[in-house]
C-alpha cells in the first residue's frame, strides 16, 4: 500500500503561512496526491489535490517535488478556522480506496 | 443541493443489537464508501461502492454488511454490535474529490 508520512502536530501563528509536509516515497506513476483537512466534530472536507504539477485553489497551494516522493500543502495566512486534522492521501486511482493515515493536527496561535 | 445525509446523528445500542445506518447522497455519484473514525486515529475504511448493486469491503468490513440497490442510497448494517464498534461513521461519496456527510457517533455499551 501505498503510504503518506506527517507530522503529528503543528503550530502556527495567525495570519501568517503554514507549510504543511508529507513523505510519500512510495508513491506510483498514477497516484494523485489528495489534501483533506477535518475541523472539529465534522467529517473531513476536500482541500487541493494534484498529480506533478504545483496546484493552487481558493483555500491553498500544493507544491510537489519533482520526484513526488513529497509534497507541502501551503496555507498563505493561516486562520483561526484552519485549526484541524490535515490529512495527506494517496489515490491508487483504482476505485478511489483512501487510505487516511492520522494526519497531522494544526494549531493556529491569536 | 444537500450533498451527502446521514442518519442518525447520534445512536445508543445494546451488546448484539443490530441496527442500520442509513446514508444517501444526491449528487449522483457512482462511488460511495462508509469509513470510521476512533479516538485520535485517522478514518478506516469499512466497504464501498462503485455502483448500483456493486460493493466490496475494505479494512475494516468484519460485523459489518453493505448494500447499494439504487445510486443514492448506501446503508451500513450491523449485524450484531459489540463495544468494538463504539466509534464515529462517516459516508461519503466520490468523483473527483471526496464528500463526507456529517457523521453517526455510535456507542455500544
Known amino acids: 500500500d501505498a503510504k503518506t508520512t506527517q507530522p503529528n502536530s503543528m503550530e502556527s501563528n495567525e495570519e501568517e503561512p503554514v507549510h504543511l509536509p508529507c513523505n510519500h516515497s512510495t508513491i506510483s506513476g498514477t497516484d494523485y496526491i489528495h489534501w483533506y483537512r477535518q475541523l472539529p466534530s465534522q467529517g473531513p472536507e476536500y482541500v487541493i489535490h494534484?498529480?506533478?504539477s504545483n496546484v493552487n485553489n481558493r483555500m491553498a497551494s500544493l507544491a510537489i517535488a519533482e520526484d513526488r516522493k513529497s509534497s507541502t500543502l501551503i496555507l498563505h495566512r493561516a486562520t483561526l478556522r484552519d485549526a484541524a486534522v490535515y490529512y495527506c492521501?494517496?489515490?491508487?486511482?483504482?476505485?478511489?480506496?483512501?487510505?487516511f493515515g492520522t494526519g497531522t493536527s494544526l494549531t493556529v496561535i491569536p | 443541493n444537500a450533498g451527502v445525509t446521514q442518519t442518525p446523528k447520534f445512536q445508543v445500542l445494546k451488546t448484539g443489537q443490530s441496527m442500520t445506518l442509513q446514508c444517501a447522497q444526491d449528487m449522483n455519484h457512482e462511488y460511495m464508501s462508509w469509513y470510521r473514525q476512533d479516538p485520535g486515529m485517522g478514518l478506516r475504511l469499512i466497504h464501498y461502492s462503485v455502483g448500483a448493486g456493486i460493493t466490496d469491503q475494505g479494512e475494516v468490513p468484519n460485523g459489518y454488511n453493505v448494500s447499494r440497490s439504487t445510486t443514492e442510497d448506501f446503508p451500513l448494517r450491523l449485524l450484531s454490535a459489540a463495544p468494538s464498534q463504539t466509534s464515529v461513521y462517516f459516508c461519503?461519496?466520490?468523483?473527483?474529490?471526496?464528500?463526507f456527510g456529517s457523521g453517526t457517533r455510535l456507542t455500544v455499551v
Open positions: 461519503a461519496s466520490f468523483r473527483d474529490g471526496y464528500t
Open positions: 492521501i494517496l489515490n491508487r486511482n483504482t476505485g478511489n480506496q483512501f487510505y
Open positions: 494534484g498529480l506533478t
